[in-house]
């Protein structure tokens, strides 16, 4: 049988205590890590897929509720963007730009992801 915690807050014995609601609400429910368009390290990613110069297709393991997550993606020089298009419970398109305006390949990146789940 599998064990369960239930509490209201979590109590350290000198940094203080939170409220298991901002742990659960404030955790990122989805990370990765890429180079040279391939995965690196992850939390609750299946997939990620170098569709074309500069665009990868990232799917989650467990959805969020719906597509009105929020998310963080960054590359370092380029201009990165989550795009809305093709943006799902379960998808999201990684875009990066070089300072031209060109869609261009990112050594390497990263994002979080922050909403409710499924």
């Known amino acids: 049988?599998?064990?369960?915690?239930?509490?209201?807050?979590?109590?350290?014995?000198?940094?203080?205590?939170?409220?298991?609601?901002?742990?659960?609400?404030?955790?990122?429910k989805v990370w990765l890590y890429y180079q040279a368009q391939s995965l690196t390290n992850s939390l609750n990613v299946t997939s990620v897929t170098d569709t074309s110069t500069g665009v990868l297709?990232?799917?989650?393991?467990?959805?969020?509720?719906?597509?009105?997550?929020?998310?963080?993606?960054?590359?370092?020089?380029?201009?990165?963007?989550?795009?809305?298009?093709?943006?799902?419970?379960?998808?999201?398109?990684?875009v990066n730009r070089s300072g031209a305006e060109?869609?261009?390949d990112a050594a390497h990146g990263h994002g979080t992801f922050h909403g409710d789940l499924a």
């Open 1 to 28: 049988m599998a064990g369960k915690i239930i509490a209201d807050q979590l109590e350290h014995s000198t940094a203080g205590s939170v409220d298991t609601q901002f742990v659960v609400n404030g955790s990122a």
């Open 57 to 94: 297709d990232v799917s989650f393991a467990n959805d969020f509720s719906n597509d009105d997550w929020s998310g963080h993606h960054t590359t370092g020089y380029q201009q990165p963007y989550i795009s809305d298009q093709n943006r799902g419970a379960g998808t999201v398109k990684l």
């Open 102 to 104: 060109t869609l261009t």
